[in-house]
């Protein structure tokens, strides 16, 4: 017996990008197809897809497609309904791609924060003038459907903080560090030879990744215009093995978080090592697992946790986009009309609060920590706990020892004012690393 839903109008779907993501979305339409049709509410039917090479071997048979050489005809392709841009990158072929779909009034679909982060604001403007979805809920923490609850899940709520484990990669280098004692760079070898992180790691390690997504939950989280620009980024090349083996002694986990916070004085967004409480639900978010933990007036905290990469987690993110299409909900990208956005401003991160950890490598002689302390009672910094073990190996007054410091809560530019102070100090050999503490 045919399908009931066989005889609709289908959805006419075009992929650009047949990668991880794009492959993994034709496979998951295919593998799905009735299951997909069923909640739709018509069939789904990718007609049109592109890629660089045509001749690549891809395990999938797109034989009877469509195929475009220049991803832009598919923006034009009459048998196209919606364009799926799973290409990447924040210029090029991605924007323009997009860029056009909108003005000819197809709705988009992607999976690209760095787009989003970046043009987020001007493509909602032009989504919202041709009246059609421009949909990103892969864009962020791959298979989590952050993205549909935070903008309408938690539409009636006001949040005061949004954030988490953003980037697989480093939430995986991290583990392995806790879990083996070996160093960033000897995990991050390994981790490439293992394909679990690029050839150019630099997007994940150095944070720029987990800042796209962070400055996307912040628009949506806080109703703002997104602002890629504002967002203070630190990765974690600086995380050595002897702050891992610390932070354990202390009773923390290191983590790359996003976090993006309501305040006073606008919104915080700073992405950055933290040391988290072990006992914190966060700090059991290990490997490749992503996290986002979510705060507000009345819904008080909910952690969505999840794979954050992958074909098949990202795909489900994809076709859920497109399943909304089909059905022919029309949400506003960010969550309200772009002319209706707030104008909250951005707090710099020097204006920002929290407690700190330090660790230094200094001579072991009479009088050191008194001029090390010297500098926090200057900078008006209290200190919370010290570790110091031992002796140094020579026990001479030329051999170092490292130490580590735990402040209590203060500003952040006193703490940079600390750290510079305390690197000159001639007594310190190396450091101080600073790893700022989070609750979780
Ligand atoms: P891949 O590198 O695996 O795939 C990119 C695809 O784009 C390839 O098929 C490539 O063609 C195609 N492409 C590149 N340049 C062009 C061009 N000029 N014209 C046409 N096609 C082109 O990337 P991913 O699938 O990993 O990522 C796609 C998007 O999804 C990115 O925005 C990424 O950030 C995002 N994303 C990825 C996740 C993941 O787990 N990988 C998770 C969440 C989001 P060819 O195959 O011929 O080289
Ligand atoms: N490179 C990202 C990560 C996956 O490591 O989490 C895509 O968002």
């Not at 003038?129 to 899940?153: Q, Y």
């Not at 504002?230 to 600086?238: A, L």
């Not at 050595?240 to 932070?247: R, V, Y």
């Not at 991160?349 to 926090?376: K, N």
Request: hydrophobic residues 45%; charged residues 20%; aromatic residues 4%.
């Amino acid at each position: 017996m045919p399908h009931p839903l066989s005889g609709l109008a289908p959805l006419r779907i075009g992929i650009a990008g047949l990668g991880t993501v794009g492959g993994g979305t034709l496979r998951l339409l295919q593998a799905n197809a009735e299951l997909i049709a069923t909640r739709a509410g018509r069939p789904m039917l990718v007609t049109a897809v592109s890629a660089r090479d045509r001749q690549r071997a891809r395990g999938l048979d797109v034989s009877d497609l469509r195929w475009h050489d220049d991803p832009m005809g598919l923006a034009d392709d009459p048998d196209v309904d919606v364009v799926v841009e799973l290409i990447g990158g924040s210029e090029g072929p991605a924007r323009r791609l997009v860029e056009t779909a909108l003005s000819r009034g197809r709705p988009v679909v992607t999976a690209n924060k760095a787009l989003i982060a970046v043009h987020g604001a001007s493509l909602a403007s032009a989504a919202e003038r041709a009246g059609v979805a421009l949909a990103f809920e892969a864009a962020v923490a791959g298979g989590i459907p952050v993205i549909k609850a935070l903008r309408e899940g938690l539409a009636a709520d006001r949040l005061v903080r949004i954030g988490g484990i953003l980037n697989g990669t480093c939430n995986y280098i991290l583990t392995q560090m806790r879990e083996t004692g070996r160093s960033f760079a000897a995990v991050l070898e390994e981790a490439q030879a293992l394909g679990y992180a690029e050839a150019d790691p630099s997007t994940d390690v150095d944070g720029i990744d987990t800042a796209h997504k962070l400055a996307i939950l912040a628009a949506l989280a806080f109703g703002r215009p997104v602002d890629f620009d504002s967002v203070h980024v630190e990765g974690i090349r600086g995380v050595g093995a002897a702050d891992i083996a610390f932070a354990t002694e202390l009773g923390y986990r290191i983590k790359l978080l996003g976090i993006a916070r309501r305040t006073g004085e606008g919104v915080e967004t700073r992405v950055h090592p933290c040391l988290v409480p072990h006992s914190a639900p966060i700090a059991r978010v290990e490997g490749v697992f992503n996290a986002v933990v979510a705060e507000g007036e009345f819904v008080g905290r909910l952690m969505l946790e999840g794979r954050g990469a992958g074909a098949g987690p990202t795909a489900t993110a994809v076709v859920a986009d497109l399943i909304d299409i089909a059905r022919g909900s029309l949400v506003p990208a960010w969550g309200a009309s772009s002319g209706s956005l707030s104008t909250l401003t951005s707090v710099p991160m020097s204006a920002c609060r929290g407690s700190y950890y330090l660790r230094l490598e200094v001579r072991d002689r009479p009088g050191v920590i008194a001029e090390i302390t010297a500098v926090l009672r200057d900078c008006g910094v209290s200190l919370k706990s010290m570790l110091q073990h031992g002796q140094a190996a020579g026990a001479g007054p030329d051999e170092s020892v490292p130490i580590v410091l735990v402040t209590h809560e203060t500003r952040e530019q006193a703490m940079q004012e600390v750290v510079q102070c305390i690197a000159g100090l001639d007594v310190v050999v190396a450091g101080p690393t600073m790893i700022r503490i989070e609750a979780g």
